[in-house]
């Protein structure tokens, strides 16, 4: 139920800095050959000082086209991509009223767009394997959005949709494709606050979800450590009083 090192590549998106960072680190440690996605050469380099498996490669996630050429180049070299982990976002900090179309857009095209992009390109190699697993780094910033957050949670928000039109348009073909949402909490990141969860603590629990494969695991949600467990419908909860089924949210250490 776990990935191996032989499946392939691990791709972790936004992995200069903060959680990407950190769990580029422990994920090569792991044994792997990870490679992180970023806009800054040095910042990715840093990541990489003083691990032999991690290969920086810089891209902007929100352009299709170079996307697609950097999967290309990472599957030539190091093989076929078994593991995305989906980080990359900005946060502006915009009010509405200094938001332009053109600037909203561009939020929505990395914390969209490029997990789509970056998800698409993936797909090719886990597809022609019939598996794979794809983690994406969600919040709930679309279910009570914070002022000067509209476009961060529109896009995020967005986001933990793709992760079910995944599931809807690939689970019945490719269940062996994993794919689901990790709510990391609040860190002590550039993008979170300075009295949050350290990054390095979190990405312990991002790792071991990311290379997990446990099929049960398409559409679940995780927040921290924890299973978030859907509200059951009337009948759900109707069919658990009658075969006195009691539903338990998994940890990620039973994983």
């Not at 990489?48 to 299709?64: E, N, S, T, Y």
């Not at 794979?132 to 957050?149: C, K, Q």
């Not at 994993?178 to 979190?202: K, N, Q, R, Y």
């Given at each position: 139920?776990?990935?191996?090192?032989s499946d392939g590549v691990v791709v972790v998106t936004g992995a200069g800095s903060g959680l990407g960072r950190a769990l580029a680190r422990v994920i090569t440690r792991e044994g792997f050959t990870v490679v992180g996605l970023g806009r800054r050469l040095g910042?990715?380099?840093?990541?990489?000082?003083?691990?032999?498996?991690?290969?920086?490669?810089?891209?902007?996630?929100?352009?299709?086209?170079?996307?697609?050429?950097?999967?290309?180049?990472?599957?030539?070299?190091?093989?076929?991509?078994?593991?995305?982990?989906?980080?990359?976002?900005?946060?502006?900090?915009?009010?509405?009223?200094?938001?332009?179309?053109?600037?909203?857009?561009?939020?929505?095209?990395?914390?969209?767009?490029?997990?789509?992009?970056?998800?698409?390109?993936?797909?090719?190699?886990?597809?022609?394997?019939?598996?794979?697993?794809?983690?994406?780094?969600?919040?709930?910033?679309?279910?009570?959005?914070?002022?000067?957050?509209?476009?961060?949670?529109?896009?995020?928000?967005?986001?933990?949709?793709?992760?079910?039109?995944?599931?809807?348009?690939?689970?019945?073909?490719?269940?062996?494709?994993?794919?689901?949402?990790?709510?990391?909490?609040?860190?002590?990141?550039?993008?979170?606050?300075?009295?949050?969860?350290?990054?390095?603590?979190?990405?312990?629990?991002?790792?071991?979800?990311?290379?997990?494969?446990?099929?049960?695991?398409?559409?679940?949600?995780?927040?921290?450590?924890?299973?978030?467990?859907?509200?059951?419908?009337?009948?759900?909860?109707?069919?658990?009083?009658?075969?006195?089924?009691?539903?338990?949210?998994?940890?990620?250490?039973?994983?």
């Amino acid at each position: 139920m776990r990935v191996s090192p032989s499946d392939g590549v691990v791709v972790v998106t936004g992995a200069g800095s903060g959680l990407g960072r950190a769990l580029a680190r422990v994920i090569t440690r792991e044994g792997f050959t990870v490679v992180g996605l970023g806009r800054r050469l040095g910042a990715l380099q840093e990541t990489g000082v003083g691990l032999a498996g991690f290969v920086p490669m810089v891209v902007d996630v929100a352009d299709w086209a170079a996307v697609q050429a950097c999967f290309a180049e990472v599957r030539a070299a190091h093989g076929p991509v078994a593991v995305l982990v989906n980080n990359a976002a900005v946060y502006s900090h915009r009010d509405i009223l200094s938001e332009t179309g053109e600037s909203f857009a561009q939020t929505v095209g990395v914390n969209l767009g490029g997990v789509v992009n970056c998800t698409r390109a993936a797909l090719d190699d886990m597809v022609a394997a019939g598996r794979g697993r794809v983690l994406n780094v969600a919040t709930f910033a679309d279910i009570a959005p914070l002022p000067t957050a509209s476009a961060y949670s529109v896009s995020k928000g967005a986001a933990r949709v793709f992760t079910r039109a995944l599931l809807a348009d690939l689970g019945d073909r490719f269940p062996g494709i994993v794919v689901s949402d990790w709510m990391p909490g609040m860190l002590a990141t550039g993008m979170g606050i300075a009295d949050g969860l350290a990054p390095e603590v979190a990405a312990e629990w991002g790792a071991r979800l990311a290379l997990s494969r446990d099929v049960s695991l398409s559409g679940s949600v995780f927040e921290m450590d924890r299973e978030v467990l859907p509200e059951p419908g009337l009948k759900g909860r109707l069919k658990d009083l009658i075969l006195l089924r009691r539903r338990r949210a998994r940890g990620v250490a039973e994983l």
